[in-house]
């Protein structure tokens, strides 16, 4: 077994109510897109608010708010002002959905109320474990999976186990121990299975059963997988397809180096990033990285955008638009049905892997020490559909 020594996380208390605004941005054109969309002009996004200075680690959209982990708590903002409401000092792993965040602080997982920032309840974690990575909210029920360090220093990681609980109430349904590997990552699930990435491998358990079904062996990016029909997405030193009945692999596109990006799904097919290297046309220079659609049964690649620096963070995607940030501190709108870069805006987010959210009027960003909106004009209309139309870019 290997050793790892698992961090810690705070504490919560009551909520405070500070009467914090956020500051209106400047109105931002962007940049030239280095690649645009043929026969169309960009149009001005703007930073209609912005918050600097402290480390924003995660965020979640609910309605109408806006809740994100920072450095010193969990606070909600407003969406539309970046007002705060309510801030709390708890920091881990956030997940949430429209009336409840769900935070894992390794001692416990606790459930705070997103509309007054009430705690709700809070589950602590069996004794000589830790809750280290985000729930799965999965309508009535919660899947988090836990760490446990063995041996008389604590160092050597053994079995995890996954836990089921009450969403309402955080009381634990049931639980099922899970091979030896530590887990960092949210649980996917679909109507059979939850689905569990650890760092040596894959573990899937029975809904019905409550009961591992199949596990496998191979070296991880601890990111969590997306589950699409029937495949099981799998993000490592390769992206792998594998069978979700069970887990052998279908399968792979090569990469250079492990993506720590986790798949997204849209319209049954799937948004990944592919770290690979690949020479800029005409010059003495590489991509690295790219950002591709792909169809999952067969992993057939229906568009592969390139980058020249590593697409880090979350990539968030909708009907019309994807949004990704890049080491070159920058954030990408593409375009979903072609692959194509509308436009890129310099945010200096350096080289970390930040949070990106989208709606429907808006993108929101979470990463280095600003948290920001970006307001986004209504989608292009458009003649009919052109997926598939380019195989690579760049």
Same mark, same amino acid.
């Given at each position: 077994?290997?050793?790892?020594?698992?961090? #810690?996380?705070?504490?919560?208390?009551?909520?405070?109510?500070?009467p914090?605004?956020?500051?209106?941005?400047?109105?931002?054109?962007?940049?030239?897109?280095?690649?645009? @969309?043929?026969?169309?002009?960009?149009?001005?996004?703007?930073?209609?608010?912005?918050?600097?200075?402290?480390?924003?680690?995660?965020?979640?959209?609910?309605?109408?708010?806006?809740? &994100?982990?920072?450095?010193?708590?969990?606070?909600?903002?407003?969406?539309?002002? +970046?007002a705060?409401?309510?801030?709390?000092?708890?920091?881990?792993? #956030?997940?949430?959905?429209?009336?409840?965040?769900?935070?894992?602080?390794?001692?416990?997982?606790?459930?705070?109320?997103?509309?007054?920032?009430?705690?709700?309840?809070?589950?602590?974690?069996?004794?000589?474990?830790?809750?280290?990575?985000?729930?799965?909210?999965?309508?009535?029920t #919660?899947?988090? &999976?836990?760490?446990?360090?063995?041996?008389?220093?604590?160092?050597?990681?053994?079995?995890?186990?996954?836990?089921?609980?009450?969403?309402?109430?955080?009381?634990?349904?049931?639980?099922?121990?899970?091979?030896?590997? @530590?887990?960092?990552?949210?649980?996917?699930?679909?109507?059979?299975?939850?689905?569990v990435?650890?760092?040596?491998?894959l573990?899937?358990?029975?809904?019905?059963?409550?009961?591992?079904?199949?596990?496998?062996?191979?070296?991880?990016?601890?990111?969590?997988?997306?589950?699409?029909?029937?495949?099981?997405?799998?993000?490592?030193?390769?992206?792998?397809?594998?069978?979700?009945?069970?887990?052998?692999?279908?399968?792979?596109?090569?990469?250079?180096?492990?993506s720590?990006?986790?798949p997204?799904?849209?319209?049954?097919?799937?948004?990944?990033?592919?770290?690979?290297?690949?020479?800029?046309?005409?010059?003495?220079?590489?991509?690295?990285?790219?950002?591709?659609?792909?169809?999952?049964?067969?992993?057939?690649?229906?568009?592969q955008?390139?980058?020249?620096?590593?697409?880090?963070?979350?990539?968030?995607?909708?009907?019309?638009r994807?949004?990704?940030?890049?080491?070159?501190?920058?954030?990408?709108?593409?375009?979903?049905?072609?692959?194509?870069?509308?436009?890129?805006m310099?945010?200096?987010? +350096?080289?970390?892997?930040?949070?990106?959210?989208?709606?429907?009027?808006?993108?929101?960003?979470?990463?280095?020490?600003?948290?920001?909106?970006?307001?986004?004009?209504?989608?292009?209309?458009?003649?009919?559909?052109?997926?598939?139309?380019?195989?690579?870019?760049?």
């Amino acid at each position: 077994m290997r050793s790892y020594s698992l961090a #810690l996380a705070l504490v919560s208390c009551k909520p405070t109510h500070v009467p914090d605004v956020a500051s209106p941005g400047p109105p931002v054109v962007e940049e030239s897109a280095e690649e645009s @969309v043929a026969g169309t002009q960009p149009r001005a996004r703007t930073i209609s608010w912005s918050l600097d200075g402290k480390t924003c680690e995660s965020a979640g959209l609910a309605t109408d708010a806006i809740v &994100a982990i920072y450095d010193d708590g969990l606070e909600r903002r407003e969406r539309d002002t +970046g007002a705060l409401t309510w801030r709390r000092p708890i920091r881990g792993w #956030l997940s949430n959905d429209d009336e409840t965040a769900y935070v894992a602080t390794g001692a416990d997982l606790i459930a705070v109320d997103i509309d007054g920032g009430a705690e709700r309840w809070r589950h602590s974690a069996p004794a000589g474990a830790t809750f280290q990575s985000p729930v799965a909210i999965d309508g009535e029920t #919660l899947y988090v &999976a836990d760490n446990r360090l063995l041996g008389a220093k604590q160092m050597i990681v053994g079995p995890s186990w996954l836990h089921a609980l009450d969403a309402e109430t955080g009381a634990l349904r049931w639980n099922v121990e899970l091979p030896t590997g @530590v887990i960092a990552a949210a649980p996917t699930f679909d109507r059979e299975r939850i689905y569990v990435v650890r760092e040596f491998g894959l573990s899937a358990v029975s809904k019905a059963r409550q009961a591992v079904e199949w596990s496998t062996h191979q070296a991880t990016s601890r990111t969590s997988a997306v589950a699409v029909a029937d495949r099981l997405l799998v993000p490592a030193h390769k992206l792998f397809g594998v069978s979700a009945a069970d887990g052998s692999e279908a399968w792979n596109i090569p990469g250079h180096t492990l993506s720590t990006v986790e798949p997204q799904v849209h319209e049954g097919l799937a948004y990944a990033v592919i770290p690979a290297h690949r020479r800029v046309p005409n010059t003495s220079r590489w991509f690295v990285s790219s950002l591709a659609e792909l169809e999952p049964a067969a992993g057939e690649l229906r568009w592969q955008q390139w980058f020249e620096q590593p697409v880090r963070g979350t990539v968030a995607v909708t009907a019309d638009r994807i949004h990704a940030a890049a080491w070159d501190g920058k954030l990408y709108e593409l375009d979903r049905r072609s692959g194509e870069v509308r436009w890129s805006m310099d945010l200096g987010l +350096g080289k970390g892997s930040p949070t990106v959210l989208t709606d429907d009027e808006a993108v929101y960003v979470c990463g280095n020490k600003r948290l920001l909106r970006i307001d986004l004009p209504p989608p292009e209309p458009r003649m009919g559909s052109h997926h598939g139309r380019l195989a690579q870019k760049g």
